[in-house]
């Protein structure tokens, strides 16, 4: 009986752990934004890989980079990764300057980011001009 | 030297009816005093920071400095997920008056001193210069005069003369740029900031780089007086200048050229000038030779073959009558 008991939590266990497998690779979801300033001087790109455990949805795993694409750099040039949990408080901030013609790409492994953000500034023409931001949500939220 | 100083002394321009008007293009989110949040997701027009003269009496000046957003926000109490929260339409704006002093720019706001404003600076400033941007009262915000340069903006639609601030400190921690009008000390770009320490359960969560490519953790985040006060929850958000009916434009009286480069700079032309010259008079003289030659050489074979016709001409004319 002690055997057969031992037997049936075996398999349970090894069942649980293949599903939990199955699903977390198949549910495994990511998403990505990228995008040039209007002037074409600056690039940002997001992305992020969540897995769709009802709640939480989050970014578990998260990419940025930001470059530019210039090599006039006067006044300032810099790439700013964000990351924001589910009440939007600010979990993770990362600036990282950039001089002519760099580019700075980052892995992160924060727990329980919801929204995440990549700025980059070339800081060469004016704001608008010279700036990018692109960003990636959960649905709903973005 | 300063052109301009001839005709413009500096903070002549400070008048009652004096404004700027700064944009910022993409969302952000602002604080109540109760902690509740408003997250602009989405912007129907442009954040505007606005700042105008009021009131000018001896070296102070009393500013209305409007901070205007027109967006879709989240609203989040403490605690509210963004899924909870409600997610409407809002307009925030929040009009603070600072007495500001002309030359120190240490400012008040209902006679409570919060420090050293940005709204202009000292004109004339030199590329290594060090300069207080701001000085909450605790701790000064240092940043260095980056370059001195000329600039055709496109919000005044004319040449401008200005200079750049840069300033970069690891705690608390800074990363802002700055310009300004040079001639008038007029901000053209400011940078707000906003204070905050970074929780201990975050702390290596956060992280700054110097230039030299070494990264550090922050832990405590500066602030200004302008970004504090009108409740901007972000860190740092940078505005450019949008409008101003200041006049910031550099003076149409032409700087003096030095002599020695007036001549130099036609060299080129010059040079180019005498080879093309001299290469027309060489042809010129070149054909000229030879239509001379030609005439004279013509000249000596039509006489000697009229000479000899005219001798030989009844061979001539027997020659052709047998034929």
Not at chain 2, 169 to 175: A, I, N, R, S
Request: charged share 15%; hydrophobic share 40%.
């Amino acid at each position: 009986m002690k055997k057969d008991v031992l037997s049936v939590g075996t398999a349970l266990a090894f069942t649980l752990m293949f599903f939990a497998s199955f699903i977390s690779a198949v549910m495994a979801l990511t998403d990505w934004y990228d995008d040039y300033s209007p002037d074409h001087t600056a690039y940002a790109y997001v992305a992020g890989a969540y897995v769709y455990y009802p709640p939480p949805l989050g970014y578990y795993d998260q990419a940025h980079e930001g470059s530019i694409t210039e090599g006039n750099v006067i006044r300032y040039a810099f790439t700013r990764f964000r990351g924001f949990d589910n009440t939007h408080i600010e979990v993770y901030r990362h600036t990282f300057n950039l001089a002519n013609y760099t580019s700075i790409h980052k892995l992160y492994s924060y727990d329980d980011i919801w929204f995440i953000e990549t700025y980059t500034d070339s800081g060469n023409g004016t704001i608008p001009q010279s700036a990018v931001t692109v960003e990636i949500g959960p649905p709903g939220i973005q | 030297m300063p052109v301009r100083s001839e005709v413009i002394h500096p903070y002549d321009w400070v008048k009652v009816g004096a404004y700027a008007k700064y944009i910022w293009t993409s969302g952000l989110t602002v604080k109540f005093p109760n902690d509740t949040r408003l997250w602009f997701h989405v912007l129907h027009s442009p954040v505007v920071l606005e700042w105008a003269v009021l009131e000018k009496q001896g070296d102070i000046v009393r500013l209305n400095v409007t901070l205007f957003i027109n967006g879709t926000a989240h609203i989040l109490p403490p605690g509210v997920t963004v899924f909870e929260a409600e997610y409407r339409d809002v307009i925030y704006r929040k009009t603070l008056f600072f007495d500001v002093d002309l030359y120190t720019r240490e400012a008040s706001l209902d006679g409570q001193p919060v420090g050293k404003t940005f709204f202009w600076a000292e004109p004339y400033a030199t590329p290594g210069e060090e300069f207080i941007v701001s000085s909450p009262p605790s701790e000064p915000i240092v940043g260095n005069v980056t370059y001195v340069k000329t600039w055709n903006h496109p919000a005044v639609g004319k040449e401008i003369r200005i200079y750049g601030v840069y300033a970069l400190q690891p705690d608390p921690y800074v990363c802002a740029s700055y310009v300004f009008s040079w001639y008038t000390g007029v901000v053209i770009e400011p940078t707000l900031l906003t204070p905050w320490v970074v929780p201990p359960e975050m702390i290596g969560n956060f992280g700054g780089m110097f230039r030299n490519g070494t990264v550090f953790n922050v832990t405590r985040y500066a602030g200004e007086p302008v970004g504090t006060n009108l409740g901007l929850d972000e860190h740092y958000v940078i505005f450019e200048l949008s409008e101003t009916n200041i006049d910031i434009s550099v003076e149409s009286t032409p700087e003096p050229e030095a002599t020695d480069a007036g001549i130099w700079k036609y060299l080129p032309y010059a040079f180019i000038a005498t080879f093309i010259g001299l290469v027309a008079t060489f042809l010129i003289l070149r054909r000229r030779k030879q239509h001379i030659r030609t005439a004279s050489t013509a000249n000596f074979f039509n006489v000697w073959f009229c000479q000899m016709f005219l001798r030989h001409r009844k061979d001539f004319s027997n020659c052709f009558l047998n034929k």
